[in-house]
């Protein structure tokens, strides 16, 4: 039996924690249904946490999983970030708006949120995630004192030792292929750009740890593949962003179901990490622009008071549509269906 199984996941299905997409109702669904629901609690505050965490407990009383971000802290570099400002003002002023006067690092890593870490040991979730890197072996250890099965991102092999060494229980193979922000624990570092099936294979191959297969994936052949090379699960994101439960916007819905789900490119404009995400005005920005982009997420402050101007003024150009290489495949329908079909797919049931 594996670990997920003993917390009763009856269906190797994780539908990935997207920041600012998935919802407290989506994880509820595919928990239900019986994969592992997830939410992202990355780019919010302890209270804002425990309040997500609090609503998937009311519409589930099984497994979930809740994710963090394991970032450096960010550097304030004034001159670099009035320079990113500087570069960004003919954009604002296009829509009549003006860029910030500074940038704010909107949220915690956290490797520095002792008000997180206190609320997760009180509510005690049954999974906790990490992207970007693993928290310090004190943290770890006191999650692991709640009761909480921990999950870790995995770009490289690399990385894969790194969070076997930290007492992680399984560890998340993220391909090339995966939409959202990559999970490198340095971005400054080389990156192999290894695909999913590869890094797949290699983790199970050289890794004492449990895999879950993770990038690209869409439907029922993505996951029996990654099933098939030894993971005990897929997670797959972009999949679940058309579901009624997730909270895209309209202008995401429609381009997913559009030409422009076909060109998804990796950018720092958006954040300060790389990330991928559908092409759009933003990512044609980023390519051309030649002025350093401040830490991750200082960055980001500037990113969304750019598409919420953009936005007032009726452009979704400029949002942070994150989505993987397999969003053309993306379909429309409740996330407890979904899970059904994709797990008949993986079992030959119904064909793809």
């Not at 589930?60 to 971000?69: E, Q, S």
Request: aromatic residues 6%; proline residues 6%; glycine residues 10%.
């Amino acid at each position: 039996m594996t670990l997920l199984e003993r917390l009763g996941v009856s269906i190797p299905i994780v539908q990935a924690p997207m920041a600012g997409v998935s919802t407290p109702a989506l994880a509820a669904a595919v928990s239900n249904a019986g994969g592992l629901g997830s939410i992202a609690v990355g780019a919010t505050d302890a209270t804002g946490a425990l309040s997500m965490i609090e609503a998937t407990r009311a519409g589930t009383d099984r497994a979930f999983n809740v994710n963090l971000f394991v970032h450096a802290t960010p550097r304030a570099d004034k001159a670099r970030e009035q320079a990113w400002l500087d570069a960004l003002r003919p954009l604002f002023e296009g829509y009549g708006a003006e860029p910030p006067l500074a940038l704010r690092t909107i949220y915690k890593s956290f490797a520095d949120d002792d008000e997180m870490l206190a609320m997760l040991i009180e509510a005690a979730p049954p999974v906790v995630s990490f992207h970007f890197g693993v928290p310090s072996a004190d943290r770890i250890a006191a999650l692991r004192e709640a009761g909480c099965l921990l999950l870790a991102s995995a770009t490289s092999p690399a990385e894969a030792r790194a969070i076997e060494r930290a007492g992680i229980d399984i560890v998340v193979a993220q391909g090339w292929e995966a939409g959202g922000h990559r999970g490198v624990f340095d971005p400054a570092a080389p990156d192999d750009r290894l695909g999913t099936m590869a890094l797949t294979r290699l983790l199970v191959r050289q890794s004492a740890l449990p895999v879950i297969a993770a990038g690209g994936l869409m439907d029922g052949a993505g996951i029996a593949a990654a099933l098939t090379l030894g993971a005990v699960a897929a997670q797959l994101g972009t999949a679940f962003i058309a579901c009624p439960e997730s909270s895209a916007d309209q202008a995401f819905r429609a381009a997913l179901a559009s030409p422009s789900a076909e060109h998804t490119v990796i950018t720092w404009a958006i954040s300060g990490r790389p990330a991928r995400c559908l092409a759009n005005r933003f990512t044609r920005w980023g390519s051309e622009v030649r002025v350093p982009v401040p830490d991750y997420p200082i960055a980001y402050d500037a990113g969304k008071a750019l598409h919420a101007a953009a936005k007032a003024a009726g452009e979704s150009g400029f949002a942070a549509q994150l989505a993987g290489q397999g969003a053309p495949l993306s379909r429309t329908m409740e996330a407890a269906e979904l899970v059904e079909l994709l797990w008949r797919e993986a079992r030959g049931v119904e064909s793809y």
